[in-house]
Structures are given as structure tokens and as C-alpha cells.
């Protein structure tokens, strides 16, 4: 039984060891070799397959990882209040995580079908989703367009502020204001006074 325990662990490290390397890789160059992965990793590719069959799944297992750290790190935002400070808070928190993953999200659109991209995404848009409903319910969202479409708009703005900041055209230090104004703007609905 030792002997096993051992392996289990050996082999827990070694997937959390591709893991690592593989998010630094694919952060470096979204194209990046199961072979410069492997290196990075400090095993051998005949190992790295023995956990993950192939490039696709490895870098699925990377973005899944991604996509649960960055749920869990949102999860801490108090989206109670306001609609539009909450939407504030969270604009402030999902922004460095969108961008800390941005070349991830790449690597994940080389590697993987849009439907599965758009899975993982689920939950955290099913928080941008319940955010939108109750400001639409209290009167300070508009409700003339379909929920999902605005939705679609939150996740369009974050990532295209990530492209942004990646290249140079925003300040981190403008990004949250930036992204909420935008946002503020497209959710406002027709008539009302978009907030300042």
C-alpha cells in the first residue's frame, strides 16, 4: 500500500507540475509544444501523455483550471446592493483575471471547439447573468434587449479591455473605470441618465 500512496503522489505532482509549466508555456506562446511543455515541466513527454492523451486535453485541463481559480477568486466580490456599484466591484476584480488569463483564452480558442469555450464560461456568466436580472428588476439595467446579448456584451468589453491593455493602448490604471463606463453605458436603459 505504501508503494501506491507513493505513486499517487508522484503522479499528483507531476500533473500539478504539467499544469504549471503548461499555463507559463501557453501564457509565453499560446502555440507551445507538448515537447517545450514537457521540458518546462521538468518531465518527459512520455509522461505527460500518460496523464494527458493529448495537446487538446492538456490545454482544456489548463483553461478548466483557469476558468475555476478565476470563479473562485469572484466568488469573494459582494455583487448585494446596487446593481451598478456591484457591477463596479465586479468589473474591478474580473478585469485582472480576464487579463492575468487572456493568453490562455487564446491558446484555448487554437486548441478547443468554441462550444467547449462557451461551457466553461458558463458559471461565470451565469454571475454576470444574475447581476443583470436584478438590475433589470429594480429599473437600472435596460430590459429592451435580450439578457444573453448583454451578457455576450459584459464578456465582449473584458476581454477586449485585456487586448488593450496587452497592447499597450490602455492603462491598468484606467482599465476598471474604462470598462465600467462602457458598461454602464450599453446597460443603462434608453432615456435614463447614464451614471458618472
Known amino acids: 500500500m505504501p508503494v501506491t500512496t507513493g505513486r499517487r503522489a508522484d503522479a499528483q505532482r507531476n500533473v500539478a507540475a504539467i499544469l504549471d509549466a503548461a499555463a507559463e508555456c501557453l501564457v509565453r506562446d499560446p502555440d507551445a509544444s507538448v515537447s517545450d511543455i514537457a521540458a518546462a515541466a521538468g518531465v ?4 505527460l501523455y500518460g496523464h494527458f492523451a493529448s495537446r487538446t486535453d492538456l490545454v482544456d485541463a489548463v483553461f478548466v483550471r483557469a476558468v475555476a481559480r478565476a470563479h473562485e477568486a ?3 466580490v459582494d455583487l448585494t446592493g446596487d446593481a451598478r456599484a456591484a457591477l463596479a466591484r465586479l468589473v474591478a476584480s474580473s478585469w485582472r483575471v480576464i487579463d492575468e488569463s487572456r493568453l490562455l483564452l487564446v491558446a484555448a480558442q487554437h486548441a478547443l471547439p468554441p462550444e467547449r469555450i462557451r ?13 443583470l436580472e436584478r438590475g433589470r428588476a ?9 439578457a ?34 462602457t458598461l454602464l453605458a450599453a446597460f443603462t436603459p434608453p432615456g435614463a441618465p447614464v451614471p458618472g
Do not use: C, K, Q
Request: overall charge negative; hydrophobic content about 50%; aromatic content about 8%.
Open 74 to 76: 469572484l466568488d469573494a
Open 148 to 181: 444573453d446579448w448583454l451578457v455576450a456584451v459584459f464578456y465582449t468589453v473584458i476581454h477586449g479591455a485585456a487586448d488593450e491593455l496587452g497592447a499597450g493602448r490602455l492603462a491598468p490604471d484606467a482599465a476598471a473605470d474604462t470598462i465600467t463606463a
Open 44 to 47: 518527459g513527454r512520455v509522461t
Open 119 to 131: 461551457e466553461l464560461h458558463e458559471n461565470p456568466m451565469g454571475r454576470v447573468r444574475s447581476l
Open 138 to 146: 429594480a429599473g437600472v439595467f435596460r430590459f429592451d434587449l435580450p
